[in-house]
């Protein structure tokens, strides 16, 4: 079992629509939880962090976790062409500085 | 203040040479990572630093690979006797380490090709 799941897509959506992102991790002592933003060619850019079970909101953008499920999820309110690109769920676990990261799913937003 | 830079930013060398990628944090930072990235592929983590020593080496491919940090700053990660499969881009990034989440924040990466 990978340590960081995540479903590599594309997932395509419409331009205005909800773009539900969904990560999957198996280390339960895990405790910061991340979203980095990746467009081809460039270098991750972090976008979302969470560390608390709940929603986290940030503008169009609302970071859910549930450390009972091991899941944390990204939602991408009324998604953009801009949104495009590859989103990475990275998890950290315990009192370590390692961050693991998760493959990345492509999110194709259609005008 | 600068972002973390990456040097150089593309690198073509030839099979067998040796290279030298260079990273230069965010200033204050204390920890750094160094991570491998192929075309299509996830992050590949190779090692992590915190100061000048380095905890975490587990995720070097082979004896090939070492990376050396100094004065808390600057890292250098060597790649010796290159090989086809070490083309990747390589990237780097520097997080502090007396916040709750300990954020990760790259630089723009070297993009190696071995020919």
């Known amino acids: 079992q990978k340590e960081v799941e995540q479903n590599s897509g594309p997932l395509s959506v419409p331009e205005g629509a909800i773009a539900s992102l969904n990560c999957t991790y198996s280390?339960?002592?895990?405790?910061?939880f991340f979203w980095y933003r990746q467009y081809s060619g460039k270098s991750p850019e972090l976008i979302m962090f969470?560390?608390?079970?709940g929603d986290k909101e940030d503008g169009r953008f609302t970071a859910q976790l549930n450390k009972a499920s091991q899941y944390v999820s990204l939602l991408i309110r009324d998604s953009q062409p801009s949104d495009s690109a590859t989103y990475l769920c990275?998890?950290?676990?315990?009192?370590?500085?390692?961050?693991?990261f998760g493959i990345g799913t492509k999110l194709q937003v259609i005008p | 203040g600068a972002g973390v830079s990456q040097s150089p930013s593309n690198k073509v060398t030839e099979k067998g040479k040796d290279v030298e990628l260079r990273c230069d944090p965010i200033s204050g930072h204390t920890a750094l990572y160094w991570y491998r990235q192929s075309l299509g592929q996830g992050l590949e983590f190779l090692i992590y630093?915190?100061?000048?020593?380095?905890?975490?080496k587990s995720g070097l491919p082979s004896d090939r690979f070492s990376a050396e940090r100094t004065g808390g700053s600057v890292s250098t990660l060597t790649i010796q006797r290159t090989q086809q499969e070490d083309s990747a881009v390589y990237l780097c990034?520097?997080?502090?380490?007396?916040?709750?989440?300990?954020?990760?924040?790259f630089g723009p990466g070297t993009r190696l090709t071995v020919t």
């Open positions: 280390d339960r002592g895990s405790q910061s």
């Open positions: 990034a520097s997080s502090l380490v007396w916040t709750e989440t300990y954020e990760q924040y």
């Open positions: 630093f915190q100061g000048n020593s380095a905890p975490d």
């Open positions: 969470i560390y608390s079970n």
């Open positions: 990275a998890v950290r676990s315990g009192g370590y500085q390692k961050v693991t």
